[in-house]
């Protein structure tokens, strides 16, 4: 069953950077091959207020025709000089050749010169073969961040795929044994760090980036790593079951004790069929507020679905009575097309996007398609989640599914941007 990653409502999401001051070269040495992909990646995911007035030199070159290598530590000294008195600045190396500077607190007019000896340099010993990614004609361009996130986005992610998992070990399956002394630790371990919240955007609502719930989850691979860094919790998945349960418990124990975090939002609990057809899940309805019927997802796993069918009907006459609603999680491309969602009787179906959904063959494509479609006449929305790129939110547009979730939508979001906008701008880019 997945697990994201959510929290407590207001205080910033996963992929945290702290800026602090200071001027800092992101590579020791330009013969290094050390690029910082997703250094810049994670940074501009970060949250809104450390991102906040940050500018953005982009030195364009990988689109120069001859090497430059020679003069890349002149390029370095000349920006760290720029950025002397700057309240931030950092250098970044991007692995088809570009540099990026973002900096803070420096009058435009000093980076400005700065980087006009830079295009004087290399404009003597090479020329540009095209324009640049924001449609000029110039070696560098200097960003107000705010107002160009989706251009710098697009970018970086047409240069490489940013693995979210990028140089994890391969750890031993989780032990029964050592499952015991984590759940024996559970009962002990404040959670509440580990407990995040991400919101499912509706696109098209009328009102701004309207959020059709908020998903509330702890981070398995957060807890993983403070519990048990030495085993695979989800390598095993009748001891992954059992960690799960745990965890639906110290969820429900948390929203016993009240919703005035939550406020008046709509929330989405992922948890276990045999967690909600429990006590503890009873204990949990029969203390939720009335002004909070109707406003709870209970988020199946699929297969926990397919192995447990004679549960999940059970849970259809609990939700049907006590106005619960019900999402079908975990779903990729290939199962969304298995499922008849209206006979389930599900208000939600989540599939999670992946890269490889841009070279189906057409068959599945069309069904998947169909499917889509043929779900605008039910009561059951799709969701696209763990949308960390532009690509899904793109995919998502273009195939009528109105509803997104993802790493991606967080760092819209933290902009200040409507989601909605930022497709609209990288269609543009993308012509």
């Known amino acids: 069953m997945n697990r994201p990653s959510a929290p407590q409502p207001h205080r910033p999401m996963r ?44 030195l364009h070159l990988s689109l120069l025709s001859g090497s430059v290598a020679l003069e890349l530590r002149t390029i370095n000294r000349l920006l760290s000089e720029a950025a002397a008195n700057a309240a931030y600045s950092q250098i970044y ?40 990614p924001y449609r000029e004609a110039a070696v560098y361009s200097i960003l107000e961040l705010s107002l160009n996130f989706v251009h710098v986005l697009r970018y970086l992610e047409g240069i490489t795929k940013v693995s979210t998992v990028a140089g994890d070990d391969i750890k031993p399956p989780i032990t029964p ?41 702890f981070s398995v691979k957060g807890l993983e790593k403070k519990l048990s860094p030495d085993f695979d919790l989800s390598s095993d998945r009748w001891l992954f079951a ?35 057809m429990s006590p503890m899940f009873q204990k949990f309805d029969d203390r939720l507020p009335a002004t909070f019927r109707g406003r709870v997802t209970l988020e199946i796993g699929v297969g926990d679905l397919v192995e447990h069918l004679p549960l999940y009907r059970d849970l259809l006459r609990l939700a049907s009575d006590r106005d619960y609603r019900i999402c079908i999680d975990g779903l990729n491309s290939e199962w969304a097309t298995q499922f008849d969602f209206e006979e389930l009787g599900c208000d939600y179906a989540k599939i999670f996007w992946s890269s490889d959904m841009l070279a189906m ?5 069309r069904a998947l398609s169909d ?15 763990r949308c960390g790129a532009m690509t899904g939110l793109l995919y998502a547009e273009k195939h009528g599914i109105d509803l997104v ?18 497709i609209k701008t990288a269609l543009i880019l993308d012509r």
């Open 15 to 58: 992929d945290h950077v702290r800026v602090s001051p200071g001027t800092r070269n992101a590579s020791s040495s330009p013969k290094e091959h050390n690029f910082d992909d997703l250094k810049v990646m994670t940074l501009l995911q970060s949250a809104d207020k450390e991102l906040h007035g940050l500018r953005l030199v982009h």
């Open 93 to 132: 190396n991007i692995s088809n050749g570009d540099i990026l500077m973002f900096f803070k607190g420096l009058k435009f007019s000093a980076v400005e010169e700065a980087c006009k000896k830079i295009e004087a340099i290399l404009l003597g010993i090479t020329q540009m073969t095209g324009a640049n």
């Open 177 to 217: 044994e050592e499952l015991a002394k984590i759940d024996s630790a559970l009962g002990q371990f404040d959670l509440s760090p580990y407990l995040f919240n991400q919101a499912v955007i509706d696109l098209h609502d009328d009102d701004k980036d309207h959020r059709e719930y908020y998903e509330l989850y």
């Open 242 to 276: 059992h960690f799960t349960s745990s965890l639906d418990a110290s969820l429900l124990r948390t929203l016993n004790h009240g919703f005035d975090f939550i406020g008046k939002e709509r929330i989405g609990i992922n948890i276990n069929l045999s967690t909600a």
């Open 361 to 365: 063959e057409p068959g599945p494509e």
């Open 371 to 385: 499917k889509l479609t043929a779900a605008r006449d039910t009561k059951c929305r799709f969701v696209l989640a």
């Open 405 to 422: 979730q993802g790493h991606a939508v967080d760092a819209i979001l933290r902009k200040g941007i409507k989601v909605g906008d930022a």
